[in-house]
């Protein structure tokens, strides 16, 4: 019986890589995120194998992957990513398959990495309980997902779920994927670069009670209720899983996010009962929800 399944996480910065066995964490590892195509390969095929040292090679399912997107339909090609434009056009897990294969015979699957994220959280994390999750990352980019009866929705053509491109300010910064004022120029760490911050050093300076840095955070939580509001008025979920680097600094912007969607949420029932949650898979459950790609 195969038991084992293995998730890749390809952020922006960073790459996650899980082995679960029988939908347990059993080993992890993490890397930086190489910036060409031919390395970032090299290196995932690398640090899969050495995942799965001494583990035998009949009891793998398959290696799920979860990939900045758009992708196809077909989820087999990745159509072009704002934030990781060496992989546009790229068939990542038929390549990967094909140069693991020369050891011994492996599948890959292929998804676009919110919707793992989403999956992840809503089969075993935050949202386990809840019958329609939205997911929603706040690191380099900003990206969502939706569970609904723990099931994906993929919309027609597979790219539901793309908030971070909501426009909230029509007349805010360009963004990457060329239009302007996206939610994701206010949700992601571009908000803090335009500041000339670091999120992660801000956030210490937070956590001292640092005045400015406490502005900075207030000001990042009104947008990001912004962009919650508008989410949560689309998809109308039970809960709302909120993941990525930003989210550690949960406490620092929450009250204002919350106090923005109280005013914009249209449904008085969905104000009052929408859960906001964090990560309770924390860094790997994007790679959790790689993995489960393989869950029957």
Not at 181 to 210: H, I, M, N, Q
Request: proline residues 3%; glycine residues 12%; contains cysteine.
């Amino acid at each position: 019986m195969k038991t084992y399944a293995i998730g890749v996480d390809i952020g922006a910065t960073k790459t996650n890589f899980v082995l679960l066995r029988n939908w347990k964490v059993v080993r992890s590892k993490k890397t930086f995120t190489l910036k060409t195509k031919g390395k970032l390969i090299k290196a995932v095929e690398e640090n899969i194998q050495k995942l799965i040292f001494g583990i035998p090679k009949s009891q793998i399912l398959g290696v799920g992957i979860g990939v900045t997107g758009p992708l196809n339909e077909k989820r087999n090609l990745i159509l072009n990513p704002p934030n990781q434009k060496y992989l546009r056009l790229c068939p990542l897990a038929k390549i990967i398959k094909n140069d693991l294969s020369k050891d011994f015979k492996i599948k890959t699957k292929m998804d676009n990495d919110v919707n793992c994220f989403t999956s992840g959280e809503a089969l075993l994390g935050a949202g386990k309980q809840a019958k329609s999750v939205l997911g929603i990352t706040l690191g380099t980019g900003v990206g969502a997902g939706m569970v609904i009866n723990k099931k994906l929705y993929r919309g027609n053509f597979g790219s539901a779920g793309e908030v971070g491109h909501m426009v909230i300010k029509f007349d805010g910064p360009k963004c990457a994927c060329g239009s302007s004022g996206c939610f994701e120029e206010y949700g992601s760490g571009k908000f803090f670069k335009r500041k000339g911050v670091d999120p992660k050093a801000l956030s210490a300076e937070a956590g001292r009670g640092d005045k400015e840095a406490l502005k900075i955070f207030r000001e990042y939580g009104s947008f990001v209720g912004i962009g919650l509001s508008n989410a949560i008025n689309l998809f109308d979920p039970e809960m709302v899983v909120l993941g990525g680097g930003i989210a550690n600094a949960y406490s620092l912007f929450i009250k204002e996010a919350k106090e923005e969607m109280k005013k914009r949420i249209i449904s008085p029932i969905a104000r009052k009962n929408v859960k906001i949650k964090r990560t309770k898979l924390g860094g790997l459950s994007t790679a959790i929800g790689a993995a489960l790609l393989w869950e029957k």
